[in-house]
């Protein structure tokens, strides 16, 4: 296990908690924010390690194995940061790292953010215990705010300390250890201060193709079409149902008309989804729980943050010619566009003609 001064790691922890992970207007939830990356901190292990030790549980071994080989390639073919990131290991006990409370207004897509000096704003708070994060949901519901409440596996602390691969992050299999390690990398190779949708939507592009490219790396067959395809047509139909409710609520309504306005096109996108499934999925269930749940603006947050500009970055890869570095130097000349200017590139990027 690795050890490291107390000192150094409580200040770090504060400044960090502070600074990076979602918003402190509280003590309590200050503490919370800086114990729990604390503990990630203290029980963090060398991955190699638990590999080298034969008393390791041999699942555990495989799938550490595999991590470092994606690892290695995340560095030496995706241009992604070469450090001690992913090359430690720490089993939390637990299905989930943090909790996001995401929150809106009842009447808009925007979200209620967070802002600190060094990250900028984010569109949620993070709570290490579940308890915590369904208190602070309740809370918004009662000052009548739609609020999402969602479990996250790991998640990047933009270079500050070296990331762990963490328990959580190993329940869905190695391809999405792969994706995880390939999308929080990212985020440590560029972030841009208070855009989270620019963040989200440029390391969830280097995720998917890191992970049709490591992939081919090992002779594996691409993707099934049908998944691809049946993930592409469930997150279009989503951020349709966002536009059309972008511009209901620019309308001057009266609430209760807006109201049931707004549920009725939540309602719409039930119907729409089910008819896609009948007739083009073969049945294919996968995403009725999510659809069958309640609805509200905060459901759609992540679609929006990690989903709306990836075809623009999709656009900037084919543009440079599938060239990693080339692909970076864009974004970051992107990224340093005023906000205004680089939602118009973005745009331009995923026009058709693009």
Known sequence: MIRYDAGFICRGVALLALLLLGGCSSISYFGQLASGQLQLLHERQPVSSIIADPNSDPKLRDHLIKSQQARVFASSHLHLPDNQSYRLYVDIGRPYVVWNVFATEEFSLDAINHCFPIAGCVAYRGYYKPGDARGEAALQRLAGKDVYLSGVETYSTLGWFDDPIISSMLTWGDERVAALIFHELAH???????????????????????????????????????????????????????????????????????????????????????????????????????????????KLLPFGLYDQWVPSFAALYKQVGGDWPAFFSAVEKLGGLPEVERKAALRKLAAPSA
Do not use: C
């Open 188 to 298: 440590q190779r560029f972030y841009v201060k208070d855009d989270s949708e620019f963040n989200e939507s440029y390391a969830n592009f280097v995720e998917q193709e890191g992970g049709r490219q490591w992939r081919a790396e090992r002779g594996l067959a691409p993707e099934k079409v049908s998944d691809a395809t049946q993930r592409d047509q469930f997150t279009q139909m989503v951020l349709d149902t966002r536009d059309r409710l972008q511009k209901l609520y620019a309308e001057p309504l009266p609430p209760t008309e807006m109201r049931a306005r707004k549920a009725a096109e939540f309602e719409r996108l039930r119907n729409d989804y089910r008819q896609l499934r009948d007739s083009q999925w073969a049945g294919d269930h996968r995403y009725d729980r999510w659809i069958d749940a309640p609805m509200n603006n905060a």
